[in-house]
């Protein structure tokens, strides 16, 4: 008993220790997302009495926030701010853990008052329910005025310009059946034509959602009515509702994989520009980027600058911007610049955004990257080498394409023996790779064997017997499915200046 008792106390004390720091606790987690704007306001909302009559909470937060921003000094812990608290009284753990989750009860308060900031018109909304409830009649036709106002004078009517206008419509219809029955016919009619307008946004961007990632990434999705839906909007130009146009190109698209549906997507992206949400301009974009990249698989080169139109249209638009950005997104936008021979884009790009490449961990193997793939371009083999040598990527697509270049490099520079370690390397990766899908793994084991077969040649020279090595290999390169990381059009092109 003794022994439980004693075995008890460490714990207590192990988990006393381990949590005396308040860095990582959920309050200070809230308080590091604030600005300092919201700091203030913050203060105010800890300090009403409305919200809070506790005058500890009071305190504590002046002493918390003192540390903002960074909360990172070794004296934040919470005997410290217990001591500064309290003075002389003994520390009492449970006291101040206490107080610490009133005040941060307050934060989440406040959170969900700043979320219901950013509604706009849907508070002004919720009022009108709350103003037919208590029979208020000339402040709700006051407001209701107001509220239709605001939407005649909306350019853009997207998804939430609709899911907030037949909340509108069907509040109206709960209020005016009271004083005109009529009337409430009519406005049924309304609310029903709105909804109609509203769910098919809805309905065909999760379509063309689901379309994008069953092409592109082989995801297989259970599309309820799509047929049915597709059938009804066959005819439907949808010059009232661009968003609805949007999507349903996008649909044609997907389904067509037909450059002239892709031109056609990049025509109404251009015409409704003014007329379209941040959302369905950066879906568009996603969506010209994948069959940029579709076509670019298939061979096709031209596509390169289409590729980085929309990197630069999205950095243009503000849709990427500094403070965060996907590390793969960031190469993609770099890689997608030196492809077009945009260097001093992809520089500034470089310097801009590099301190907000997420996760934290990929910063510096995604910059090595970006470094070697320049060099690479640059044909600065040396320093490509020296940049991917130092790159050790956990995400495998991103393992590939280091592999892939490096093999390139290797055969390049003539460094033979290099070329077939590198090869052999990269084989023994894709059989270990269990991620890879087998469609992928066929068409870099297709690109391994056929630079093997030229490195071969390469060491050996070329005449007589190897001349008719050659033809074959350039055959069936040539004759090769897909062109991963542009693999196939670099295969053709050493083939056919082939220098031993």
Same mark, same amino acid.
């Given at each position: 008993?003794?022994?439980?008792?004693?075995?008890?106390?460490?714990?207590?004390?192990?988990?006393?220790?381990?949590?005396?720091?308040?860095?990582?606790? !959920?309050?200070?987690?809230?308080?590091?997302?604030?600005?300092?704007?919201?700091?203030?306001?913050?203060?105010?909302?800890?300090?009403?009495?409305?919200?809070? +009559?506790?005058?500890?909470?009071?305190?504590?937060?002046?002493?918390?926030?003192?540390?903002?921003?960074?909360?990172?000094?070794?004296?934040?812990?919470?005997?410290?701010?217990?001591?500064?608290?309290?003075?002389?009284?003994?520390?009492?753990?449970?006291?101040? !853990?206490?107080?610490?989750?009133?005040?941060?009860?307050?934060?989440?308060?406040?959170? @969900?008052?700043?979320?219901?900031?950013?509604?706009?018109?849907?508070?002004?909304?919720?009022?009108?329910?709350?103003?037919?409830?208590?029979?208020?009649?000339?402040?709700?036709?006051?407001?209701?005025?107001?509220?239709?106002?605001?939407?005649?004078?909306?350019?853009?009517?997207?998804?939430?310009?609709?899911?907030?206008?037949?909340?509108?419509? @069907?509040?109206?219809?709960?209020?005016?059946?009271?004083?005109?029955?009529?009337?409430?016919?009519?406005?049924?009619? !309304?609310?029903?034509?709105?909804?109609?307008?509203?769910?098919?946004?809805?309905?065909?961007?999760?379509?063309?959602?689901?379309?994008?990632?069953?092409?592109?990434?082989?995801?297989?999705?259970?599309?309820?009515?799509?047929?049915?839906?597709?059938?009804?909007?066959?005819?439907?130009?949808?010059?009232?509702?661009?968003?609805?146009?949007?999507?349903?190109?996008?649909?044609?698209?997907?389904?067509?994989?037909?450059?002239?549906?892709?031109?056609?997507?990049?025509?109404?992206?251009?015409?409704?520009?003014?007329?379209?949400?941040?959302?369905?301009?950066?879906?568009?974009?996603?969506?010209?980027?994948?069959?940029?990249?579709?076509?670019?698989?298939?061979?096709?080169?031209?596509?390169?600058?289409?590729?980085?139109?929309?990197?630069?249209?999205?950095?243009?638009?503000?849709?990427?911007?500094?403070?965060?950005?996907?590390?793969?997104?960031?190469?993609?936008?770099?890689?997608?610049?030196?492809?077009?021979?945009?260097?001093?884009?992809?520089?500034?790009?470089?310097?801009?955004?590099?301190?907000?490449?997420?996760?934290?961990?990929?910063?510096?193997?995604?910059?090595?990257?970006?470094?070697?793939?320049?060099?690479?371009?640059?044909?600065?083999?040396?320093?490509?080498?020296?940049?991917?040598?130092?790159?050790?990527?956990?995400?495998?697509?991103? +393992?590939?394409?280091?592999?892939?270049?490096?093999? @390139?490099?290797?055969?390049?520079?003539?460094?033979?023996?290099?070329?077939?370690?590198?090869?052999?390397?990269?084989?023994?990766?894709?059989?270990?790779?269990?991620?890879?899908?087998?469609?992928?793994?066929?068409?870099?084991?297709?690109?391994?064997?056929?630079?093997?077969?030229?490195?071969?040649? !390469?060491?050996?020279?070329?005449?007589?017997?190897?001349? +008719?090595?050659?033809?074959?290999? +350039?055959?069936?390169?040539?004759?090769?499915?897909?062109?991963?990381?542009?693999?196939?059009?670099?295969?053709?092109?050493?083939?056919?200046?082939?220098?031993?």
């Amino acid at each position: 008993m003794l022994n439980m008792s004693i075995n008890l106390a460490i714990l207590i004390f192990k988990f006393r220790s381990e949590n005396s720091f308040m860095v990582n606790t !959920k309050l200070i987690t809230v308080l590091k997302t604030l600005s300092k704007s919201e700091i203030i306001r913050f203060r105010e909302l800890v300090n009403s009495p409305y919200f809070n +009559k506790n005058q500890n909470v009071m305190k504590l937060l002046e002493e918390v926030i003192f540390y903002y921003p960074d909360f990172d000094s070794e004296e934040f812990n919470e005997e410290h701010i217990f001591r500064k608290m309290f003075g002389k009284e003994k520390y009492n753990y449970f006291k101040i !853990k206490n107080i610490i989750s009133d005040l941060y009860q307050l934060s989440v308060i406040f959170l @969900r008052m700043i979320s219901l900031e950013k509604r706009g018109v849907k508070n002004d909304i919720d009022l009108l329910n709350e103003l037919h409830e208590r029979k208020l009649d000339n402040i709700y036709q006051q407001k209701e005025k107001q509220i239709s106002r605001h939407f005649s004078s909306q350019k853009v009517k997207d998804e939430f310009y609709y899911e907030s206008h037949y909340q509108l419509a @069907r509040a109206n219809t709960s209020h005016f059946k009271f004083i005109k029955s009529g009337y409430s016919f009519d406005l049924m009619q !309304k609310e029903f034509d709105i909804y109609v307008q509203y769910t098919l946004i809805v309905l065909l961007r999760n379509y063309a959602k689901m379309l994008t990632n069953k092409n592109h990434g082989n995801i297989q999705f259970d599309m309820k009515m799509f047929l049915q839906v597709l059938d009804y909007v066959s005819d439907m130009d949808f010059e009232d509702n661009p968003s609805c146009r949007i999507y349903k190109q996008i649909i044609t698209l997907e389904m067509s994989r037909d450059e002239k549906d892709y031109r056609e997507l990049l025509r109404l992206k251009d015409k409704y520009s003014d007329k379209l949400s941040v959302e369905d301009i950066y879906y568009i974009l996603l969506v010209a980027n994948s069959f940029a990249a579709y076509r670019l698989k298939a061979g096709d080169e031209s596509y390169y600058k289409d590729r980085f139109n929309t990197v630069r249209e999205m950095n243009d638009r503000k849709i990427q911007i500094p403070e965060y950005i996907l590390y793969v997104n960031f190469i993609n936008s770099y890689t997608a610049a030196c492809m077009v021979n945009e260097y001093d884009w992809a520089e500034d790009f470089l310097v801009r955004f590099q301190n907000g490449i997420s996760p934290e961990d990929e910063k510096i193997n995604t910059i090595n990257y970006c470094r070697a793939f320049r060099a690479y371009r640059l044909k600065e083999y040396d320093k490509a080498l020296e940049y991917f040598s130092k790159i050790n990527f956990k995400l495998f697509l991103m +393992k590939v394409m280091v592999k892939s270049y490096t093999v @390139r490099i290797y055969y390049e520079r003539n460094m033979h023996e290099q070329t077939f370690s590198a090869i052999d390397a990269f084989r023994h990766y894709l059989k270990s790779e269990k991620l890879i899908s087998e469609e992928q793994k066929t068409a870099h084991y297709d690109f391994l064997r056929f630079v093997s077969g030229l490195t071969k040649l !390469k060491s050996e020279g070329v005449k007589g017997k190897n001349k +008719k090595e050659l033809n074959l290999l +350039k055959k069936q390169i040539r004759e090769m499915i897909s062109n991963p990381l542009g693999t196939k059009n670099w295969l053709i092109a050493k083939s056919e200046n082939f220098n031993a």
